[in-house]
């Protein structure tokens, strides 16, 4: 095995040999500038599966009120949310009152 390699063909008029071509440098792009602004309110997507009791859905239902507040006005919508639902379990575990008995007309 020998180590001779052709020379270029330096003759006038010769075809160059094929080389990749030099790649472009791409035009810098400017960086994003930073932004110390609060991003807008975007709903987080968390399915709400309902519960069958009406009053309970209506208050999870409510939660959506947040998704377009910004982030200091969730507390607001949370309380009430809570209370709401404190509100219907207490419902929940209150008894009934019993049902008013016939008034007895007692006659001889």
Same mark, same amino acid.
């Given at each position: 095995? &020998? ?5 270029? /063909?330096? @003759? ?16 810098? %792009? ?11 309110? %975007? ?28 982030? /200091? ?13 404190? /509100?219907?379990? @207490?419902?929940? /575990?209150?008894?009934?009152?019993? %049902? ?7 006659? &001889?």
């Amino acid at each position: 095995m &020998s180590d001779w390699m052709p020379e270029p /063909d330096t @003759t006038p008029g010769a075809a160059p040999d094929t080389e990749a071509p030099e790649p472009v440098p791409a035009p810098e %792009a400017e960086a994003p500038v930073p932004s110390h602004d609060p991003a807008p309110p %975007a709903p987080l997507g968390v399915p709400r599966t309902p519960t069958g009791h009406p009053g309970v859905d209506a208050r999870l239902e409510r939660l959506t009120d947040a998704d377009h507040l910004p982030a /200091d006005g969730h507390t607001e919508v949370y309380e009430d949310v809570h209370r709401g639902l404190r /509100d219907e379990l @207490t419902a929940l /575990d209150a008894r009934p009152a019993p %049902a008013p008995t016939p008034a007895h007309d007692i006659r &001889s």
